[in-house]
């Protein structure tokens, strides 16, 4: 019998029973749509973290003054910190050389703190508000509420901004621009220098020692990165990721825009380098990519001498600046060498500061404990989802039989005029394989859609940092499985319907 | 061009053996028309699916132009069923989903046969048994008779050289039945063994010989006295 024969009245038996037949490729459709998106979602999550967890940003192990564990940076404009507060306990940033030279597993020491900036002077060009926090008395507890700060814009001349400052007794005090200390107002533009203005008000950034870039081995397309000499000058130099120096400005060239100035909370920065492409690949632990970061040079005073977080001081030297600061980080050069280094730099700040004074993380540790979580998750979706395939086929099977025992007589008479066992099982298989095909084929098309919708839902609830890019190389591997796994399971009813005695079989009617 | 020597046939019955045959020994020459006749039980059905390859013996050998059959594998017997045998059976057997036509194509189809030609020789054969006016008809829509000529069409396709008919009028009326049957005396006459099961005193007539069964052996063998019903 000729294929093309064998593949019609196989065709033919299929539409026999359209309702039968739709159900149960519904079946095989849905069950393979979840085991295909469970599968492919494990495989390409399983792949994204390893990847990840070998990054640069999982090699820290971050150090922070006990007091400090857990509360956040301040992330937009200016926090007022009141200094008796601020002699809470503190660490030296003279720590990172220390550290590094009597521990041998850790590679690089370096700070690295998020910063916002705003465009223009203070509150940017559209006179955004800047949140102001002032703590008074040397009481912490008694810190004033926010006011919000209206200030001029960049380079608009003439107008008086002003803020209000709350007390703790309630004493709301009204300041003009002017009133403020000289490190508190917008630097003023220097004449002949033009400033770029970029496409948006505020943005991302991170003050970081020069070590930073080593350890995550990162270096400029363009211009060049800024020295520890930058930083212990108190240079406003700034560092841009490709993708941001796209969204700031996107009409100037990487090469146009070094050497360009802008200004920036209030201060004259000069764009000295901007990232090569590859640090798009390259992420903090918190997710953000190196190319959509700004990076300054973490500076004695920030904003024109005010203090900012935990104060920062002194010279730049080989892995850090020194001063008091509440955040130090250090790396190792492969993340086997992380459980000794945590261990080691336990024992130094402990032997340095006493039990308990200082808090260290380890950022891998943490990321490893969520993947592991995400992933205990998808093999249980996994495993549902392969069970109601293996249901669906199951019943394909049954279905199969059934229909095979229904046609007892057609077989008979088939196999009186001529047709081989093989012939039968061939128009029994062609049916079962193609139901197998077209449901299999529809669900892992619709198993991208849902990839997608549990990958979200996975991030949501286990906080995922990876990125959600879909794994192709996956869906190559798991498509072909499905399709055998099915197929086998349509095809063996066929086979084994199509033993018959064929006198028994034009019996059956 | 067929011989039986001692064929048996046993049934497990429930571990219960029920022989249905008991060394038969039967010859059909070629050209022959065969009529097997005996009562219900009696083992005549049997027999003549042992003879068209459709059911294997349990003993004895089975010759088929002198070349034994026993150890031919599934493969090799469906061949010969496809090329050598045609079958018309009581209940008609054609395939409910399939227009006349295509149950006269399929014994072509399975000899691979390609698309053109076999439905030419189908509707040429469906023209032979007086059917061409239903070519596309289903057989739910087909009478008895007309259902039993597709069948014999479809027993022709192959151009066989025996055909088996397991009581090929017994579903049919008596006016009906007359007509298969001189369909079946043409297929002789041109040359075509035929042997078939019947309890038929009267269909029996039109063959050349009558073969006696009963409990599972053949009891008698007797030639036909060719009477007016062969000469038509």
Sequence with gaps: ?509 | MITLQGITKVYDAGGEKISALEGVDLNVAKGEFVAIMGPSGSGKSTLLHILGLLDSSSGGEYKLEDRPVQGLSDKDKAHLRNQHFGFIFQSFYLLPEYSALENVMLPLSLAGMPVKERRQKAGELLVKVGLSHRVNFYPSMLSGGQQQRVAIARALANDPTVIFADEPTGNLPLAMGEEILDILTDLHKQGVSIVMVTHDERLAERADRVVRVQDGKVISQELVTKGPHHAK
């Design chain 1, 1 to 509: 019998m000729q294929s093309r024969d064998t593949f019609g009245m196989g065709f033919r038996a299929l539409k026999e029973r359209p309702l039968e037949t739709g159900l149960i490729i519904l079946g095989i459709t849905l069950a393979s749509c979840v085991a295909a998106a469970s599968l492919l979602l494990l495989l390409s999550q399983k792949a994204q973290s390893d990847k990840i967890l070998q990054g640069p940003a999982y090699r820290e192990i971050l150090v922070s003054s006990a007091t400090d564990a857990g509360q956040s940076t301040a992330r937009a404009g200016i926090t007022l910190i009141d200094q008796k507060a601020t002699q809470s306990f503190q660490l030296d940033a003279s720590d990172l050389p220390s550290a590094g030279s009597q521990i041998p597993q850790l590679a690089y020491g370096y700070r690295a703190e998020t910063n916002r900036f705003r465009v223009g002077n203070f509150g940017g060009p559209g006179g955004g508000a800047v949140a102001v926090r002032a703590t008074a008395g040397g009481n912490a507890s008694a810190s004033a509420s926010a006011a919000p700060v209206t200030a001029a814009a960049g380079g608009t001349e003439g107008q008086a901004p002003s803020m209000t400052v709350v007390g703790p007794d309630g004493k709301a005090t009204t300041l003009q621009i002017a009133d403020l200390p000289p490190e508190l107002r917008g630097e003023a533009v220097p004449e002949g220098v033009t400033l770029l203005k970029p496409a948006v008000d505020n943005f991302q950034g991170v003050n970081v020692n020069p070590s930073f870039f080593l350890a995550y081995g990162v270096s400029t397309a363009e211009g060049s990165l800024f020295t520890d000499e930058d930083a212990a000058n108190n240079a406003s130099t700034l560092v841009l990721g490709p993708g941001l120096a796209k969204t700031l400005f996107p009409d100037k060239t990487t090469a146009e825009l070094v050497g360009q100035k802008v200004q920036l909370n209030g201060r004259i920065w000069t764009l000295v380098g901007v990232l090569e492409k590859g640090s798009a690949d390259l992420s903090l632990a918190n997710g953000n990519s190196l190319a959509d970061l700004a990076f300054a040079p973490i500076r004695q005073q920030n904003f024109g001498g005010f203090a900012g977080p935990g104060g920062d001081g002194g010279p730049g030297g080989p892995g850090g600046g020194f001063g008091q600061t509440r955040n130090l980080r250090f790396a190792v050069a492969k993340v086997s060498d992380l459980p000794a280094a945590t261990v080691a730099l336990t024992k130094y700040f402990d032997d340095k500061y006493g039990e308990g004074k200082v808090s260290i993380s380890v950022p891998f540790d943490k990321a490893q404990l969520s993947q592991s979580g995400f992933e205990r998750l998808l093999w249980i979706i996994v495993a549902f989802g392969v069970g109601t395939l293996v249901m669906a086929l199951i019943n394909l099977m049954n279905m199969m039989l059934t229909r095979a025992l229904r046609r007892q007589t057609a077989m008979g008479i088939m196999a009186a005029m001529g047709a081989d066992r093989q012939t039968l099982a061939s128009l029994q298989a062609v049916e079962g394989g193609l139901m197998a095909l077209v449901g299999t084929v529809i669900g892992v098309g619709l198993a991208v859609p849902l990839y997608e919708l549990l990958y979200q839902a996975g991030k949501t609830l286990f906080n995922l940092q990876t990125k959600a890019s879909f794994d192709w190389a996956a869906l190559l591997m798991v498509t072909p499985a499905l399709l055998v796994l099915t197929l086998l399971l349509a095809l063996l009813p066929a086979w084994q319907t199509s033993k018959i005695e064929i006198t028994t079989a034009l019996r059956s009617e």
